[in-house]
């Protein structure tokens, strides 16, 4: 239903161009939940404000195609795209529900106005009636749909979003972080209304998270994203069980609780790439401990191994060793010495 | 809200009283004798003991406080040295010529104030955001008596299209209605360049606090969430982002109002305008204290007056008051 391919987005800034989103290409069917997980600053949320275009002014995009039922939305002018698509086909859930609503309106007010904006035959009542029945299928009673935001809970005022979000009968949501900012009983809770109301409605859901565990649970598909691009992308349990990407290995080293086998908690050294104006090689390979000569002069094709399981590594191959190793905590502790020498004859270098 | 409103007025009859009562004490209790502070000089000394009784000056100063709020109470604000007739009377006409010129200035200055901030801070970044910032920094960097001058000189000097000041024709009596005074072409046609001098004077603050206040709001998840819906722009602008970043500017405004109505001595000064400034800095000059504490106490009355006024307008305006 939505399909994303080579999908290029960009920040102009002083210091270069940002590469934020950099060939990327992922595929959402109908009612599935999609997890995007990976680090802070890959271009989690920048990926997802592309699809509706809203980004900031310093930002582009520079390639690639969205396609919504085979409707190219990156062709679609500014106009096109608020009255057709934004909120109507693709919603958003943000992180802070407490400050997704404007302060000075009752919820109910600002659900009557965006589907009055949308639907332009739709009765103020009976747009009310429709943000009464939302709020009843969340569990907040329906007269609340008269209070202002500051007067719900933080749980209840992401549902309250959620029902919003759900508003004009979307086809997408993106969801970016909506419950890092509740505690885990509640963001559980929150997590089970959403996918109870998915499928009752037949939504999709684009759920960008950093919190393994909770793709792990709820997500159908997962894609593992690092540098501006999905590294590895297959079903939730494929990724879970049986990853063959570097980073994701060491992703999944990073939340031991997630798999029963694993031991302790091993980061992955080192900082993500700047993405200013990338070179052309890995992304990981400055922080991946297999990483070959290769790795260092050419971006990895992506790899299918079999089921929709897409891997872009040289070495996916050596899946066994990859693994084997990934579980060992030298195995990234030594890296991050050897890292360090190589920084500092690169700055020496730059010196000269 | 009802319960808001009720407090709110308790606290303003508190902030009046304490107000009264330091006006009071600030005439009566300087430092020094008043009555060398207050009475001309060159009386002699029974002359000046029946001054002072004729003022009550010589009472204890308990029975001077209560004939002062006794007084106050009735509307009495005394009698002009100066002008030998009730203070309540020579101000009314000054208040109302600073009123009808402070009122347009401010009206002009913060609604297009207000707007004009909304829109380039809502075109944050762009070429269009830098010439509306230069204006509003040519405003508020020009002195009012600049501002006059140049007005003057040209509609005046060059043009010829208005009078060069005062409030009516020179030689012409004043009428005795206020109907009379103020409802007619020929005021209208001497308030104009006064008004738009204050106007353009005092528009740089509310341009400047606005666009700040609206580039913070512009900055929240809920713009981005009604960018998102597909809202106009015009809806986010006004509806949303303009309605938020206005809340920071009911307290300024209600000061600023609330001050102005001690008129501006240099716009009086400057288009020969009889209004509160000029008249507080003459009675002052010539120890005219009734006068000079009359226009003190009408000043600090619109103040508080204004701030409860904002106080109630901001919970309107912000349901997050409201409910405290
Ligand atoms: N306005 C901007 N100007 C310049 N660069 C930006 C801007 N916004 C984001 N970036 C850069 O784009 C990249 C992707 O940012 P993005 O916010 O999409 O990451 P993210 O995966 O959502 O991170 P997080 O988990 O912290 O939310 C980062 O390297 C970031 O520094
Ligand atoms: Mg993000």
């Given amino acids: ?352 | 809200m009802r319960k808001f409103i009720v407090r709110r007025v308790a606290y303003l009859i508190l902030t009046y009283w304490a107000f009264i009562t330091i006006l009071f004490l600030i005439f009566r209790v300087t430092p020094g004798d008043p009555t060398t502070l207050y009475i001309p000089e060159g009386m002699s000394q029974a002359e000046r003991q029946a001054t002072l009784e004729r003022y009550g000056l010589t009472d204890p100063l308990y029975v001077q406080y209560v004939d002062y709020l006794r007084m106050l109470l009735s509307g009495d604000l005394g009698t002009s040295y100066r002008y030998n007739a009730p203070v309540w009377d020579v101000l009314t006409t000054k208040f109302w010529n600073t009123i009808f010129l402070m009122a347009g200035a401010m009206t002009i200055a913060y609604t297009f104030g207000i707007a004009f901030g909304a829109y380039i801070g809502w075109l944050r970044g762009t070429a269009k955001e830098k010439y509306g910032m230069v204006l509003a920094l040519i405003a508020r960097s020009s002195p009012e008596f600049w501002i006059g001058i140049v007005l003057l000189s040209i509609f005046v000097f060059q043009l010829g299209w208005f009078p060069w000041g005062g409030i009516r024709e020179i030689g012409a009596e004043a009428p005795a209605s206020f109907f009379d005074r103020y409802v007619n072409w020929g005021f209208v046609y001497h308030l104009v360049l006064p008004v738009l001098t204050g106007a353009i004077y005092y528009m740089a603050q509310p341009i400047l606090l606005m666009r700040s206040s609206m580039i913070s709001v512009l900055n929240t998840d809920y713009i981005e969430i009604k960018k998102a819906e597909g809202l106009s722009n015009y809806t986010i602008l006004y509806k949303h982002a303009a309605r938020n970043s206005i809340l920071p500017m009911v307290t300024v405004v209600a000061l600023v109002a609330g001050l102005s109505v001690g008129g501006s001595l240099v716009i009086e000064t400057v288009f020969s305008w009889p209004g509160m400034g000029r008249e507080m800095v003459e009675s002052v000059h010539h120890n005219d204290y009734p006068m000079a504490q009359g226009a003190f106490f009408l000043m600090g009355s619109v103040v508080i007056f204004m701030n409860f006024i904002a106080d109630i307008a901001y919970a309107f305006l912000d349901p997050r008051v409201r409910y405290e």
């Fill in chain 1, 1 to 352: 239903m939505l399909e994303i391919s080579d999908l290029e987005v960009r920040y102009d800034t002083e210091h270069g161009e940002v590469h934020a989103v950099n060939g990327l290409s992922v595929d959402l069917a109908e009612n599935e939940t999609l997890g995007l997980v990976g680090e802070s600053g890959c271009g989690k949320t920048t990926t997802a404000k592309s699809l509706i275009r809203l980004l900031e002014s310093n930002c582009t995009i520079a390639g690639g195609s969205v396609e919504l039922d085979g409707r190219d939305l990156t062709d679609l002018s500014l106009k096109e795209l608020k009255r057709e698509v934004r909120w109507s086909e693709i919603s958003m859930i943000p992180q802070n529900a407490m400050n997704g609503f404007d302060p000075v309106y009752t919820v109910g007010e600002q659900i009557v106005e965006v589907v009055q904006a949308h639907e332009s035959d739709t009765s103020k009542g009976e747009a009310r009636e429709r943000a009464r029945e939302l709020f009843e299928k969340l569990g907040i009673d329906g007269d609340r749909i008269d209070d202002y935001p500051h007067q719900f809970s933080g749980g209840m005022a992401q549902r309250a979003m959620v029902a919003l979000a759900l508003a004009l009968d979307p086809k997408v949501i993106l969801a970016d972080e909506p419950t890092t900012a509740l505690d885990v009983v509640i963001q559980d809770r929150l997590l089970d209304v959403i996918q109870d109301l998915q499928d009752e409605m037949d939504v999709a859901m684009l759920l960008i998270t950093h919190d393994m565990s909770v793709v792990s649970e709820r997500c159908d598909n997962i894609a593992v994203m690092y540098g501006g691009r999905i590294v590895e992308y297959a079903d939730a349990e494929t990724i879970i069980k049986s990853p063959r990407h570097p980073y994701t290995l060491g992703l999944r080293n990073s939340f031991p609780d997630i798999t029963e086998d694993s031991q302790d908690l091993i980061s992955i050294p080192g900082a993500p790439p700047t993405l200013v104006d990338p070179d052309e090689m890995c992304q990981f390979a400055p922080r991946c401990p297999f990483a070959e000569e290769e790795c260092w002069e050419v971006a990895p094709e992506p790899v299918e191994y079999g089921d929709g399981h897409r891997v872009e590594c040289h070495r996916a191959d050596e899946v066994e060793y990859l693994r084997s190793e990934a579980e060992k905590h030298e195995t990234w502790t030594e890296l991050e010495s050897t890292e360090t020498d190589d920084e500092l004859t690169e700055t020496e270098v730059k010196n000269d």
